[in-house]
């Protein structure tokens, strides 16, 4: 694929030098944005108890079961795709994740769903893409 030619050529080099920079930038906030949800839940301050109240609203028992296996996919995904390791499967996770907590929850309560829908778009990129160039998964050699 040939890159559009630029109005100002000379910063084909800079953009060439930023480009996995900026790629690892999105990945880890996108992972970091996710993870300090299940991290205070299952290490923090924060309470599991309004996720499995949730699952048993939603018919998915046993319901405490579910709730720290999103919490898990929350915390362990995103950490994955921080680290870069195992990239596509943590995000493939995460981007189905997001899925289901916009259908199930954001989307119906009419609000707070804009942060959703970028994860999405975000982790669904990186299941496509990958880990990047600065990833764990580029530095042992193999990707999933």
């Not at 939603?58 to 994955?80: R, S, T």
């Amino acid at each position: 694929m040939t890159p559009t030619p630029l109005i100002i050529p000379p910063l084909r080099r800079l953009y060439d030098f930023l480009d996995p920079i900026a790629f690892t930038v999105l990945r880890v906030l996108a992972g970091l944005m996710m993870m300090q949800f299940g991290y205070a839940k299952l290490f923090g301050a924060g309470d599991i108890s309004r996720d499995i109240a949730h699952m048993q609203n939603l018919g998915l028992e046993p319901a405490q079961f579910w709730a720290y296996f999103v919490v898990g996919i929350e915390c362990f995904a995103a950490a994955g795709l921080i680290l870069g390791l195992l990239t596509r499967p943590c995000a493939v996770a995460l981007t189905i994740l997001v899925s289901v907590m916009l259908v199930s929850v954001l989307i119906p309560r009419g609000e707070g769903y804009q942060l959703g829908a970028l994860w999405f778009g975000a982790f669904a990129y990186f299941a496509v893409k990958g880990g990047g160039p600065i990833s764990v998964d580029r530095l042992i050699g193999r990707e999933f």
